[in-house]
């Protein structure tokens, strides 16, 4: 299987890198391809709500979105890793959901499996 982790957190070498490598090192040994993202330092603006990419793109912006978006529809999961900061995961990750809008559908006809790896301190 084709992993893809999408590393949400600001420090690039805190307790998520850890956990993300700790989920790297036990894929790889369970003969899985596994590829990471530094999400929190890519350039990805905001999703502003245009619709402009009629929920499957192209979006208007002009950023890492587009390199993102082959990533992710060329695997088969997805895995999510972030810090928790009050409640919920980094603001960095949530800017990059924000912006599946622009390609909705291709994400759910893919049916990707997915995972959600968070932790606190």
């Given amino acids: 299987m084709k992993i893809l982790l999408l590393f949400g957190s600001p420090n690039l070498n805190g307790s998520s890198r850890i956990l993300a ?3 790297i090192q036990g894929a790889k040994e369970a003969g899985h391809s596994v590829s990471m993202l530094d999400i929190a ?3 990805i603006h905001p999703c502003t709500g245009c619709l402009h990419c009629g929920y499957e793109g ?3 912006q002009k950023d890492d979105m587009k390199q993102i978006r082959k990533q992710i529809l060329d695997t088969d999961m997805i895995v999510f890793v972030s810090p ?5 995961f980094s603001a960095q990750l949530k800017i990059l959901i924000d912006r599946f809008c622009s390609f909705n559908t291709s994400i759910h006809q893919k049916h990707l499996k997915s995972a959600l790896l968070i932790i606190t301190e």
């Fill in 84 to 88: 928790l900061y009050y409640y919920g």
């Fill in 21 to 23: 490598d700790n989920f």
């Fill in 58 to 60: 192209p979006c208007i």
């Fill in 41 to 43: 330092h890519a350039n």
